[in-house]
Nanobody, 128 residues
Framework: QLQLVESGGGLVQPGGSLRLSCAAS????????IGWFRQAPGKEREGVSC????????YYTDSVKGRFTISTDNAKNTAYVQMNSLKPEDTAVYYC?????????????????????WGQGTQVTVSS
């Protein structure tokens, strides 16, 4: 059974950094995308950054470009998002998700905020 577990969230001051991790298990294919999504109170879930496990292509939503970096360690089946220069508006519950690369593109995964399996989420709070 496919399982995703996020970690690394917490409270950070504006301008600070956090690195979120998403440990995946139970995969039966190497052809999938991994994405990071977030949902703030009263707002819809949005795609933050997505990456193809097979070719490393990435997508970032405009609000995080230049500040967030997504990566994977395929040997560990783990995805990361390094978040720098954090802003109060980055406060949200962050989720990771996966979807088969046969079903959608990296960009579409993020833009449409779709995934076939989701983690439980980790809270990120940016506040002074």
């Amino acid at each position: 059974q496919l399982q995703l577990v996020e970690s690394g969230g917490g409270l950070v001051q504006p301008g600070g950094s956090l690195r979120l991790s998403c440990a995946a298990s139970g995969f039966t294919s190497d052809y999938y995308h991994i994405g990071w999504f977030r949902q703030a109170p009263g707002k819809e879930r949005e795609g933050v950054s997505c990456i193809s496990r097979s070719d490393g292509s990435t997508y970032y939503t405009d609000s995080v470009k230049g500040r967030f970096t997504i990566s994977t360690d395929n040997a560990k089946n783990t995805a990361y998002v390094q978040m720098n220069s954090l802003k109060p508006e980055d406060t949200a519950v962050y989720y990771c998700a996966v979807i088969s690369s046969r079903w959608t593109s990296v960009r579409a995964m993020c833009v449409s905020a779709v995934g076939s399996s989701w983690g439980q989420g980790t809270q990120v709070t940016v506040s002074s």
